[in-house]
């Protein structure tokens, strides 16, 4: 099947997911260092881990609120593009540190009696609610960009409004989009850190742990540091093959 | 391509108005158009031309009057629209091509979407509408990869692929470069003969002199004359049709 060549985008999106589960089993190898890494690996592991989850979770709950979001910021029904743009000023507005306290401590207070929110969780929902918002503004951006003509000839053709949107509009939006919501992507590696203020375990959590048992800092904080790099790189090096890719059909 | 009185009528036009805002774009436009006719539309700028085929697959609504489409009236039911819309197809100006899509993916889009025609049988008809425009060998090309006059071609088969009953041209040669206008008329021509219902928007009046069976003068939102090529071009019958005729002549 010529998947690739018919999709590059979603085969770039592909490629990015394997690289990050690579990643993830990559952690294991640091056993073979010298303490204070090599005894800690499985718990730098389960760190990296967890940064990857959330990182991924987050990432593609993200996409999905953006889309939808996005889509509602350009609704012609009032009270819809109303609930998008309070959504995204109140989320842009205020510290990612703030909100994911907020869904910690708040949220089950308000839950129904016998749901448990992990603090995973809590993170997870957090840190969705923002990389949407901040999404929500690419996707945006990329449904403006496709000209009105494309939706005319299509419509002119007989798609319905909801297949014009899923073959027409969506994946030209995406096109302009995808750059700026892989950016948004690699930001959350980074942002997710902040989920140890919740005590999640993730890789930031586990450096505090393991130079606190150790009393070296430098190189825990070192390997953190390089971990945390090579994450970011792998995505950063996508995201630019991406834009690269995504230029088919662009330009002559 | 004999007399009206034995054609089946496909396009019923009664008294259709359109206004933007408080500006009379249309006025109480009636006309009837008969399967297998060639009509030229012809008109200064701004006179209605492009308005007047955009409210017969609704990509504008009328505000007052009537139309018929083979029989279905057109309005605001979305079942009829979508009806209309698979017989009636379009061919823009500035072509439309979905951008993301090949050649051939142009092609198979919409009747595999509206249609539900299977790939195998949507793709084989793509081919033989390729290779009667002259581009067979372009299929697997994105449009930006074409020139102008190859893609207008694309465009035709495109709508084509849908079988429609009738075809609606906005101006297909005048965004193109001077050489390239002859092989999309000569396309167009070659269509003509084959007996499908035209309208065509044109400033080319050697394509509608040659080509059409009819002549549609359009000036301010009305039609002025509604006449044959010959009886159009060698006696106009209003000062305004006779001073177009005389700019357009010295125009070219
Ligand atoms: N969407 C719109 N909103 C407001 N005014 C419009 C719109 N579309 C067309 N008009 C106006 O309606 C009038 C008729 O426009 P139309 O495009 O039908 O003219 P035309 O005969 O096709 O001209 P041209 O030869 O320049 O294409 C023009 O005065 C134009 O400014
Ligand atoms: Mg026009």
Not at chain 1, 80 to 86: A, N, P, T
Not at chain 1, 186 to 196: G, N, Q, R, T
Not at chain 2, 130 to 148: D, F
Not at chain 2, 223 to 232: H, R
Request: aromatic share 8%; glycine share 8%.
């Amino acid at each position: 099947m010529n998947w690739t060549r018919l999709y590059p985008g979603w085969a770039m999106f592909a490629a990015m997911i394997g690289l990050l589960l690579f990643l993830w089993g990559m952690a294991l190898p640091l056993a073979a260092l010298p303490a204070p890494i090599g005894p800690a690996a499985e718990q730098f592991a389960d760190g990296a881990r967890i940064t990857v989850g959330l990182t991924l979770i987050a990432g593609s709950a993200g996409v999905v609120i953006g889309v939808l979001a996005g889509l509602g910021k350009l609704s012609h029904f009032g009270p819809l593009r109303w609930f998008c743009d309070g959504y995204v000023w109140l989320i842009r507005g205020t510290p990612l540190l703030l909100q994911i306290l907020f869904v910690w401590l708040a949220l089950p207070t308000i839950m129904p009696e016998g749901v448990e929110l992990s603090d995973f969780t809590c993170a997870a929902i957090a840190l969705s609610l923002n990389v949407g918002a901040y999404n929500t503004e690419c996707v945006r951006a990329g449904i403006l960009a496709v000209p009105h003509g494309q939706v005319e000839a299509a419509r002119a053709l007989g798609l319905t409004p909801l297949q014009t949107f899923i073959d027409v509009i969506l994946p030209q939006s995406m096109r302009v989009a995808l750059p700026a919501l892989a950016n948004n992507l690699a930001s959350l590696v980074k942002d997710s850190s902040l989920a140890y203020a919740i005590s999640v375990v993730e890789l930031t959590m586990v450096g505090y742990r393991v130079q606190a048992e150790s009393y070296q800092p430098i190189p825990v904080f070192v390997t953190i540091a390089a971990i945390y790099l090579i994450l970011t790189t792998a995505f950063t090096t996508l995201t630019a093959a991406l834009e690269a890719q995504l230029d088919v059909g662009q330009k002559r | 391509m004999g007399s009206e009185a034995d054609l089946r009528p496909i396009i019923e036009a009664r008294a259709v108005g359109k206004r933007f805002g408080s500006f009379q774009a249309l006025r109480d436009v009636s006309a009837t158009f008969h399967e297998g006719q060639v009509t030229a539309i012809v008109g200064p700028s701004g006179s209605g031309k492009s308005t007047f085929l955009r409210t017969l697959n609704r990509l504008e609504a009328h505000d007052s009057g009537e139309i018929v489409i083979d029989g279905i009236v057109l309005g605001d039911d979305i079942r009829n629209l979508n009806a209309i819309r698979r017989e009636v197809g379009m061919v823009f100006q500035s072509f439309n091509l979905f951008s993301h899509l090949t050649v051939l993916r142009n092609l198979t889009l919409a009747p595999m979407r509206v249609r539900r025609m299977a790939k195998a049988a949507a793709e084989e008809k793509a081919m033989n509408l390729l290779e009667r425009v002259g581009l067979k060998t372009q299929a697997s090309k994105y449009p930006v990869q074409l020139s102008g006059g190859q893609q207008q071609r694309v465009a035709i088969a495109r709508a084509l692929a849908m079988d429609p009953k009738v075809l609606l041209f906005d101006e297909p040669t005048s965004a193109l470069d001077p050489e390239m206008v002859n092989e999309v008329l000569a396309v167009m021509r070659e269509l003509a003969y084959s007996g499908i219902t035209m309208l065509v928007v044109t400033h080319e009046m050697g394509f509608a002199r040659e080509v059409a069976d009819r002549v549609i003068f359009f000036d301010e939102g009305v039609i002025l004359e509604d006449t044959t090529p010959e009886g159009f071009f060698s006696n106009p019958g209003h000062e305004r049709a006779k001073s177009f005729l005389s700019q357009v002549r010295h125009g070219f």
